[in-house]
Structure formats: C-alpha cells, structure tokens
C-alpha cells in the first residue's frame, strides 16, 4: 500500500509539474472585418496576441466562434464569417482546414469526427452537395478533414455535446426578427452521432437557446435570450440521459446562462446577460450551480447567486462580461470584459479559489477560451495499481463529470480536485 501511495504522488507531480497555465484566447474581432485573434496566455502573462499570425505568417479569419481540442495533437477552431473549421497543433501551427461548413457556430468531437453546428442551408459532403430548410450539424472525418454527414435541426443551432452516441443541438431561430419567415426555436435536437439521423427534438418552451452551452457529464447549462422585448431571458440544466427516454429532462431557472462553463466539481459558474430593446439596458447575474441537485429537486436546490471568492464583484465591475472559463487541469478561473465591443478588451485570471491575479489587454471581443493539454496525458503514466474508492466521483480533463460506462483504464481523470490515473 505504501509503495502505491509513493507511485501515485509521484504521478501526480509528474502531472502537476506539466500542467502549467496555457490558455488559447479566441478573439472574435468585428464581424466582416476580417480580423479574428488567438491570444497565448501562459503562466501569469500575455505571451502574443496575434499568435496564429506569429506562427502561420497569415491572418486566422473572420468572426471565429469556438475552440476545443480535440487529442494530444489537434485543435479545432470555428471561423464562422470565414467559412472555414481551421485545424492547428497545440503549438500554433496550421495543418489543414474545412471549407465546406457555411455559417459555422460550435463545435464538439470524439476524437475520430469533429461536429459542427451551422446556421446555413448548404454544405458540401463526400457524396455531394446537401440542402436544408433550416440549419444542421456537419461531421468532419478527422482521416481526411472532409465532411462525410450531415443532418438538419432547427433553424440556427447553436451549442453542441455529445453523449452516449448522441449529438445534443440547442437551436436559436436567431434569425427570426430579421428573416421573418420563421419564429425563435425552442428546442434541443438529438442526432445519431454513427448515422447522422434526427432521433427527436426536446421542446423546452422556452426561446432562444443562444449562448455557450457548458456540459458536465450527462447535464448540459443552456442559456434562454428570450425574444429581447417580453420573453425575458432564463437558463435551463438540461439531463442528456433522461433526454433519451423522456422529453421530462431539464429544469428551468429564472436567471440567463449567457456565459458559463464546468468547474473541476462538475458544477456550473454562471454569468447572466439579460438584454431588452425596452429598456436598452443589460441585468447581468452570477450563479454557482450543481446540475445533480437541480434536476433531483427539479429547480429546489442547486443554485447559488455567487461566484467563488472575488470572481462575481470583478464581473460586476467590468464594462461588458463576455466570458468565463475553468482551467480543467488547474482549476484556475478566468473571465473576459469586451468593452465597447470595439477596441481591445480584458483577460482577467483568478485562483481557484477566486483571489483575483491579474487583468491582461488583450483583442477585440474575447469571448472563447482552451486550456492547452499537458503533453502526452493520453498516453498516461504505467506503473500504479490503485483503484478509486467506489463513492467517489471523477471529472474527465475537460473538467465534466465522468461516466464510469466509458471511462478508460490508463487515462487521467480529475478526482479530489488532482488528476489521477484511471487503472480500473
């Protein structure tokens, strides 16, 4: 027991040495202005904030939307003015890109297909060019980058998770005032992750589901931007699981989710930006949430108006929130602030437990965050015997509540807080 105990604080210095802070910034820029950034941040400063350019002598695109990476080798970026789904290393560097995807939003993988949501009617596939009524999800082949499925959803989809095979699509309608050939969506499309079919769509009678869309295991944090005039603004925790049976499987809270993201516990911070064309005005929110509790109570427990340390009076400070993020291999916080929405906005960086670090000038509109891998946590590290007490709950690395079901033996999952090998 003893020789296991030294084995596994060896593994997890091994691991915390490697987990510095490396933060991948997305700065959307102006729409059609061409001029979308990456911001490196790494450990306490602001390393470039044109790092694409620095590293690919060219410009990353216009209006880019999302980030995630996708292994050890691969991240995924969404440029949705540009038309393109670029695809870079974790060191900066270009390797291919996707076409093919108009309109693109968000984006989710399992490490063999990249899904894309789109708010365009078109898109090129392997078998020929497709068309659609209202938006869809593309699957990208990560052997060739070519898009080799998609499916139509609501009109303008936004966020998108995956669970047990599953793609889960919160769609907006967003184009509902200026289109008028269509009202405000309120429901969560399920996909067929292998056929690219529609399984069924979850109405959640509420409008709107813009905004990120957080996942913790099998809860997703979905925003409601109401219609802007006498629908207000709310958020919902939604259960991917019960989704599958039963259309009863999210509860409503009556504070918006605009921005959030997965804490290491598999909770929910929360930053809410309720805007209305009445008042011309924001009401901004700031919540902790536990998706478990919310939806075994159905909205009884679970939610806490405040965020950890100073973390909700510095958002309260700031001229416009517009984004916040967990460091899943650190726990460390961090949130933007965009300003005019017109010059260069803020990166702010706290201590897990919220002390705030530092406010760093970054670029236009900072709003999409990824923490880079430690190398090679893939592969994981040989040599440890121990097993996890059962009772106990693991996070994978991107900071979401671990299914046990898929869990797997010599990968790294978050447990106590530290990352710890999986050898069950």
Same mark, same amino acid.
């Given at each position: 027991?003893?020789?296991?105990?030294?084995?596994?604080?060896?593994?997890?210095?091994?691991?915390?040495?490697?987990?510095?802070?490396?933060?991948?910034?997305?700065?959307?820029?102006?729409?059609?202005?061409?001029?979308?950034?990456?911001?490196?941040?790494?450990?306490?400063?602001?390393?470039?904030?044109?790092?694409?350019?620095?590293?690919?002598?060219?410009?990353?695109?216009?209006?880019?939307?999302?980030?995630?990476?996708?292994?050890?080798?691969?991240?995924?970026?969404?440029?949705?003015?540009?038309?393109?789904?670029?695809?870079?290393?974790?060191?900066?560097?270009?390797?291919?890109?996707?076409?093919?995807?108009?309109?693109?939003?968000?984006?989710?993988?399992?490490?063999?297909?990249?899904?894309?949501?789109?708010?365009?009617?078109?898109?090129?596939?392997?078998?020929?060019?497709?068309?659609?009524?209202?938006? %869809?999800?593309?699957?990208?082949?990560? #052997?060739? +980058?070519? /898009? @080799? $499925?998609?499916?139509?959803?609501?009109?303008?989809? !936004?966020?998108?998770?995956?669970?047990?095979?599953?793609?889960?699509?919160?769609?907006?309608?967003?184009?509902?005032?200026?289109?008028?050939?269509?009202?405000?969506?309120?429901?969560?499309?399920?996909?067929?992750?292998?056929?690219?079919?529609?399984?069924?769509?979850?109405?959640?009678?509420?409008?709107?589901?813009?905004?990120?869309?957080?996942?913790?295991?099998?809860?997703?944090?979905?925003?409601?931007?109401?219609?802007?005039?006498?629908?207000?603004?709310?958020?919902?925790?939604?259960?991917?699981?019960?989704?599958?049976?039963?259309?009863?499987?999210?509860?409503?809270?009556?504070?918006?989710?605009? %921005?959030?993201?997965?804490?290491?516990? #598999?909770? +929910?911070? /929360? @930053? $809410?930006?309720?805007?209305?064309?009445?008042?011309? !005005?924001?009401?901004?929110?700031?919540?902790?949430?536990?998706?478990?509790?919310?939806?075994?109570?159905?909205?009884?427990?679970?939610?806490?108006?405040?965020?950890?340390?100073?973390?909700?009076?510095?958002?309260?400070?700031?001229?416009?929130?517009?984004?916040?993020?967990?460091?899943?291999?650190?726990?460390?916080?961090?949130?933007?602030?965009?300003?005019?929405?017109?010059?260069?906005?803020?990166?702010?960086?706290?201590?897990?437990?919220?002390?705030?670090?530092?406010?760093?000038?970054?670029?236009?509109?900072?709003?999409?965050?990824?923490?880079?891998?430690?190398?090679?946590?893939?592969?994981?590290?040989?040599?440890?015997?121990?097993?996890?007490?059962?009772?106990? /709950?693991?996070?994978?690395?991107?900071?979401?509540?671990?299914?046990?079901?898929?869990?797997?033996?010599?990968?790294?999952?978050?447990?106590?807080?530290?990352?710890?090998?999986?050898?069950?």
């Amino acid at each position: 027991m003893k020789q296991c105990f030294t084995l596994l604080l060896l593994t997890l210095y091994i691991i915390g040495a490697r987990a510095e802070e490396k933060i991948i910034l997305l700065n959307e820029g102006m729409w059609q202005a061409d001029n979308g950034r990456l911001t490196y941040f790494e450990n306490g400063s602001v390393v470039s904030n044109q790092w694409f350019r620095d590293k690919n002598g060219r410009k990353l695109g216009d209006t880019p939307n999302d980030i995630i990476q996708i292994n050890d080798n691969l991240i995924a970026i969404a440029i949705n003015w540009s038309n393109i789904v670029q695809f870079i290393t974790p060191s900066g560097y270009a390797v291919a890109a996707t076409e093919d995807i108009p309109n693109n939003r968000r984006l989710c993988s399992d490490d063999k297909y990249v899904y894309v949501t789109s708010y365009g009617h078109e898109c090129e596939t392997v078998y020929g060019t497709r068309y659609f009524t209202k938006g %869809y999800v593309a699957k990208i082949d990560l #052997g060739n +980058f070519k /898009v @080799v $499925g998609a499916c139509e959803v609501g009109y303008e989809p !936004e966020g998108i998770a995956l669970y047990d095979g599953r793609l889960f699509i919160a769609n907006t309608g967003g184009y509902a005032e200026q289109e008028g050939d269509h009202d405000y969506e309120t429901t969560v499309s399920i996909v067929n992750a292998s056929t690219m079919t529609l399984e069924k769509n979850i109405d959640t009678h509420v409008p709107n589901l813009f905004g990120e869309m957080s996942q913790s295991g099998r809860y997703l944090c979905i925003n409601s931007s109401g219609d802007y005039y006498e629908t207000t603004a709310c958020g919902l925790i939604f259960d991917c699981a019960k989704a599958l049976t039963s259309d009863d499987c999210f509860v409503r809270f009556n504070y918006p989710a605009t %921005y959030n993201c997965t804490t290491t516990d #598999g909770s +929910f911070l /929360v @930053v $809410g930006s309720d805007f209305s064309y009445i008042t011309g !005005e924001y009401e901004f929110s700031y919540l902790t949430i536990n998706p478990r509790q919310m939806i075994e109570s159905r909205g009884a427990n679970g939610i806490s108006r405040s965020l950890p340390g100073s973390v909700g009076s510095d958002f309260a400070a700031m001229t416009q929130p517009y984004g916040i993020y967990v460091n899943p291999y650190t726990g460390y916080i961090y949130g933007t602030d965009a300003g005019s929405f017109e010059g260069a906005g803020y990166l702010y960086q706290w201590s897990p437990a919220g002390q705030l670090l530092g406010k760093h000038k970054v670029y236009i509109n900072p709003g999409h965050f990824l923490a880079v891998a430690p190398a090679g946590y893939y592969d994981g590290i040989g040599g440890i015997t121990c097993r996890e007490t059962p009772d106990d /709950v693991w996070y994978d690395l991107q900071g979401r509540v671990a299914d046990r079901a898929t869990m797997r033996r010599g990968n790294i999952y978050v447990k106590d807080g530290k990352k710890t090998l999986f050898t069950k």
